[in-house]
């Protein structure tokens, strides 16, 4: 598997020179959707793992309970017996799902807009913050996310198209720009959700505790609020929910972004 490395050690600050380990999500989205994560690595370097079925890596994901596994031999590929975790939407399952079957490994979580309704059972309440956006486009991009799906890779492009207002709490130039990057395969996404455990969520929310820091979005529309409030307590994390910010908080909320890592960055360095 591909990965790339965004900072450079910090001279003189002992353990400032580990890095994070960063899961994207996509799932299986190229990597450069990624950016520079809003400059977070400006003093700790961040690890970007490309999992399988990404561009650069390829392959098939086995579905992200098994691909776990590769977080693990990520971090003993780079000489790390505990590691920080940064993982974004749909990678966050990965990293819960490395927590459960390798506790010893991770050391601590930071979970960017989740998917959440899948852990608590809380019900999805995205519906409602598209219908108070009184905006026909994140209209018909809803109607797009809850429609019965593209059947092909021809239609899902097209849906990405529709699909994109749904992401963001504004719909500016820096927005439509950031929709189109990052190349994705319906065949990629469609085995990541392959041979997932039925009792996958309980496993999880029986793992031991690690310090956890959810960042979420009021505006996003992809995962809701709800949900999101009920798993960041059924994993006891700490919760920052940052205002007119939709699934990409590092787009649309840089400076609240960094700050709201600032202190797991910290504390990590300090491990």
Known sequence: MAYHVLGEPSAGEPGAGEPALLVPGGPCRGVDYLEDLAGVASDRPIAVL??????TTG???????????DLVAFADHLGLDAVDVVAHSAGTRLALAALARHPARIRSLALVTPPAAWLTGVAYDGDALARARRDPLVDAAFASITGDGPRDQAEFERARVTEGPAGYARWTERERAHAT????RLSSIEAYFTGIPDDAAARILAAPRRPTLVVAGDGDILVGVGPVR???DALGADLRMLAECGHYPWVEQPAAFRTALEGWRAS???R
């Open 50 to 55: 490309h999992p399988r079925g990404t561009p």
């Open 59 to 69: 392959g098939r994901s086995r579905g992200w309970w098994t691909d776990a596994d």
């Open 181 to 184: 990057v990052g190349a994705w």
């Open 230 to 232: 009920a798993y960041a």
């Open 268 to 270: 990590g360095s300090s």
